[in-house]
Nanobody, 120 residues
Framework: VQLQASGGGLVHTGGSLRLSCAAS????????MGWYRQAPGKQRELVASISSSGSTNYADSVKGRFTISRDNAKNTVYLEMNSLKPEDTAVYYC???????????????WGQGTLVTVSS
């Protein structure tokens, strides 16, 4: 299974970006999909996650500005980011918790990361 993240880039404060992360390979089911970020010199942190039922969870710092969604048919998760701030600058990683076959347990899989830079 491979996760391919895309959509990062350079924007000004107040701008918007939409990140996508698509999984490919043999996948039986995916429970949680999420986005994490890691800024220089800081630990990786959860930005947002979405369960198989559509329940969402957001970091306090992004509530009201970011929206996570998923397309199960495409094994893809999205992160709509609005009102971006310089402190949102980081490498954003997607993470899927999935089962490759009905007989295997769930494992976490990570994407390669996409850089988001917000200039002031």
């Amino acid at each position: 299974v491979q996760l391919q993240a895309s959509g990062g880039g350079l924007v000004h404060t107040g701008g918007s970006l939409r990140l996508s992360c698509a999984a490919s390979g043999r996948i039986f089911s995916t429970s949680s999909m999420g986005w994490y970020r890691q800024a220089p010199g800081k630990q990786r942190e959860l930005v947002a996650s979405i369960s198989s039922s559509g329940s969402t969870n957001y970091a306090d710092s992004v509530k009201g500005r970011f929206t996570i969604s998923r397309d199960n048919a495409k094994n893809t998760v999205y992160l709509e980011m609005n009102s971006l701030k310089p402190e949102d600058t980081a490498v954003y990683y997607c993470k899927f918790i999935l089962r490759r076959t009905s007989h295997r347990p769930e494992y976490p899989y990570w994407g390669q990361g996409t850089l988001v830079t917000v200039s002031s």
